[in-house]
């Protein structure tokens, strides 16, 4: 009598263990090597014809130890071919595929040590042990994912609610914006018009501004001429109308360089190349090139080096100042006491300039416009603050928290984890940072890309375009997202450069729905 236990399946943590005894021979003939879902296809009645279909072999040939087919498989139970693949039965344990170039290589690969049938290695069974451990792991993991969908699904019913409440804000939002639109327009309306009214109002005013200014203008112009005739005339001293080269050479204010004359050639810098000038070409050219001269001597005019001459002094007066303040300070608190009597109204009409006058009228259409200028700009501010919110709503209700909305909850909440030198923050659906302990601002790993599973997209989240590295590619964070009672980050590793790697558990992904990559299958 033979006992077979045909199978023991795990699939999403649940066990279906059957055990079966038949008094019948029921080992399905097959190759070393074969997997009995393979059996089948290697039937010792007919010729073999391998996977690739590239050739068919007489059946004697399969596990000869000489590699007939490019594909392999007519090699399962040998190392002949590189690319061939041996089957592991594992009885007790998980099956197993391992390339058939580990065949009786000396190292044991199958628990059930059949891949070492031929090398003369030391290879005990331990698939039961293995087994074992294996079942033991595979029930804390169900009844961690029990626990854990229980708190998964208070996350999706809360995920749900807010995706809801969003939803009802947009709505909201949506109507606000329509009414604060509505008010900005008629704000808008009422600034035009009451600006219109103001501007032709302080247009009286602007007015009288502009010919006070041309007056003053022309009042200028003719005091500048006057003092230029008025120069002309002392400069000439014959009286005959012309300034010549001469009469220029005895006015030392002619003298730029300063060296107490004045030469021919500083005097053609004011007349030109003529010999003389009058009163006309006086006004007109010499006297725009004089006038700064004029003030120079009378002391109205400084140059720049007279001015850091001016500042030296008035440093070293500074310091004169500063070594006498022991001697003051009585007169200084005596000063003081003064201001402190000063009258608040007094001091403000010293330090504030008195501001333009309107007429009542005009001063009243003023003050209106200007209200309404901030009603408009209040109104516009509005506006813009309900459309910020639509848009970050919107971003919001497009962000994919989860086949069942589990992730919503936590979008924005941020987590830390501490090494020897750095803090790590997490910030779900945002970003990733970085901290030295000793000092310095945050670097971002990256911001919220999208979901990078395989199978399960919901595995991994991918934050990219984080800072830049120092000759290097921006920083980016894979955060490998597992089941757990609580949000917790467990690791923070950085593979490759700039590549960072994060271990976060959360309720959010103990979803029992999915096939477990610990699902097995037992031949017993």
């Not at 004697?60 to 399962?76: A, L």
Request: glycine residues 6%.
């Amino acid at each position: 009598m033979v006992n077979i236990c045909v199978s023991d399946y795990f699939y999403s943590f649940s066990f279906i263990i059957c055990y079966f005894s038949t008094s019948v021979y029921t080992d399905v003939p097959r190759p070393r090597g074969v997997s009995l879902a393979k059996a089948s296809l290697y039937s010792p009645t007919k010729d073999f014809t391998c996977f690739d279909g590239t050739g068919t072999i007489p059946f004697n040939y399969i596990n000869d130890d000489y590699c007939d087919c490019f594909d392999g498989s007519d090699e399962p139970g040998t190392s002949a071919c590189l690319n061939g693949v041996f089957y592991c039965t594992n009885a007790g344990h998980r099956a197993q595929n391992i390339p058939s170039s580990r065949v009786n290589d000396g190292l044991c690969d199958c628990c059930d040590g059949t891949d070492e049938y031929a090398s003369g290695a030391s290879c005990p069974n331990i698939c039961d042990e293995l087994g074992q451990e294996a079942r033991a792991e595979a029930q804390r993991k169900a009844e961690l994912y029990k626990a854990g969908s229980q708190l998964r699904q208070e996350l999706i019913e809360k995920g749900n609610k807010k995706r809801n409440e969003m939803a009802e804000q947009l709505s909201q939002l949506e109507k606000d914006k329509a009414e604060a639109e509505k008010i900005r327009s008629e704000k808008e309306s009422l600034k035009d018009e009451l600006e219109k009214k103001e501007n032709e109002a302080l247009q009286v005013y602007r007015d009288a501004e502009e010919r006070e200014r041309l007056k003053k203008a022309e009042e200028e112009n003719e005091a500048n001429k006057k003092e230029a005739e008025e120069t002309f005339a002392k400069f000439d001293s014959n009286n005959n109308g012309q300034l010549s080269i001469n009469e220029i050479v005895t006015r030392v204010v002619f003298d730029k360089d300063r060296n107490g004359e004045v030469s021919e050639e500083e005097a053609k810098e004011f007349i030109g190349e003529r010999e003389s000038i009058d009163l006309e070409n006086f006004v007109s050219e010499t006297w725009p090139l004089l006038k700064p001269l004029l003030m120079m001597e009378q002391g109205l005019f400084q140059t720049s080096s007279q001015t850091s001459d001016t500042e030296q002094t008035d440093t070293e007066a500074e310091e004169d100042d500063k070594e006498a303040i022991g001697e003051n300070e009585d007169v200084d608190q005596e000063e003081e006491h003064l201001e402190e009597e000063l009258p608040h109204d007094d001091v403000e009409s010293i330090d504030t300039e008195p501001k333009q006058q309107y007429d009542d009228e005009t001063q009243k259409l003023v003050d209106e416009a200007t209200e309404a200028r901030r009603q408009h700009t209040n109104a516009e501010r509005t506006v813009r603050e309900i459309e910020s919110n639509i848009r970050n709503i919107k971003e919001n209700l497009e962000k994919d928290y989860g086949p069942q909305q589990e992730f919503a909850t936590l979008d924005g909440q941020c987590f830390e984890y501490e090494d020897k030198e750095y803090v790590y923050k997490h910030c779900l659906f945002q970003k990733v940072t970085q901290k030295s302990k000793n000092g310095g601002s945050e670097i971002g790993l990256g911001t919220w890309g999208e979901w990078a599973g395989g199978e399960n997209p919901y595995e991994i989240m991918k934050y990219t375009n984080g800072v830049t590295c120092w000759n290097g590619p921006s920083r980016s964070t894979s955060v490998y997202v597992q089941c757990g009672l609580e949000n917790k980050i467990l690791s923070v590793t950085e593979p490759f450069r700039c590549e960072y790697k994060i271990e976060f558990i959360t309720p959010a992904a103990c979803d029992d729905s999915q096939p477990s990559n610990d699902s097995f299958h037992d031949e017993l």
